[in-house]
T-cell receptor
Framework: EDQVTQSPEALRLQEGESSSLNCSYT??????LFWYRQDPGKGPEFLFT???AGEEKEKERLKATLTKKESFLHITAPKPEDSATYLC?????????????FGQGTILTVHP | EAQVTQNPRYLITVTGKKLTVTCSQN?????MSWYRQDPGLGLRQIYY???????DKGDVPEGYKVSRKEKRNFPLILESPSPNQTSLYFC????????????FGPGTRLLVL
């Protein structure tokens, strides 16, 4: 059974204070790892897909990296508008391709 | 504009009264899925569909039914809702290829009394 654990549960940063969110996973045959941003009362918004260890993706102040056991979402010089819940999810290949397993998320608050 | 729509957005019902939450997409994606989101439990997959007439169980399918008769629609049916199905529900599509991407609907907040 696929498992995803995100840490920390909550993170408070000052504007401009860079940090990282962690997503540890256990999956038999990782096909893809996904990051999302979710604002209160809204549906998750897709950010990145990572497929193999060593891969990195960037978008504005966000950078996602992947190893064989975990992924990191690095936030550089965050702004208050980056405040949201960040979700990580994995999917494995083969007959389990359709299943998506999410972590519980990290609530990020960026203070001005 | 790429869109996943859900209706209704908010629903209060009573135990045992059958209900359907609709989901529709305008992107011609083959894959669609339903999730529920609960405090402390995160997002959990209920059912998914890889294509028309192809559906499969996710992690929490008990008490739910789905059908996929056409590509754009994927309704979620609660035949006899119970209070433990009170939750926030999301429909999503997924498109593969070089950069796999998912699109989520705005959510349906359900309260079962």
């Amino acid at each position: 059974e696929d498992q995803v654990t995100q840490s920390p549960e909550a993170l408070r940063l000052q504007e401009g204070e860079s940090s990282s969110l962690n997503c540890s996973y256990t999956v038999s045959g990782l096909r893809g790892l996904f990051w999302y941003r979710q604002d209160p009362g809204k549906g998750p918004e897709f950010l990145f897909t990572l497929y193999s260890a060593g891969e990195e993706k960037e978008k504005e102040r966000l950078k996602a990296t992947l190893t064989k056991k975990e992924s990191f979402l690095h936030i550089t010089a965050p702004k208050p508008e980056d405040s949201a819940t960040y979700l990580c999810a994995v999917t494995s290949g083969g007959t389990s391709y359709g299943k998506l397993t999410f972590g519980q998320g990290t609530i990020l608050t960026v203070h001005p | 504009e790429a869109q996943v729509t859900q209706n209704p957005r908010y629903l209060i019902t009573v135990t045992g009264k059958k209900l359907t939450v609709t989901c529709s997409q305008n992107m011609n994606h083959e894959y669609m899925s339903w999730y529920r989101q609960d405090p402390g439990l995160g997002l959990r997959q209920i059912y998914y569909s890889m294509n028309v007439e192809v559906t499969d169980k996710g992690d929490v399918p008990e008490g739910y039914k789905v059908s996929r008769k056409e590509k754009r629609n994927f309704p979620l049916i609660l035949e006899s809702p119970s209070p433990n199905q009170t939750s926030l529900y999301f429909c999503a599509t997924r498109v593969g290829g070089h950069q796999e991407t998912q699109y989520f609907g705005p959510g349906t907040r359900l309260l079962v009394l």
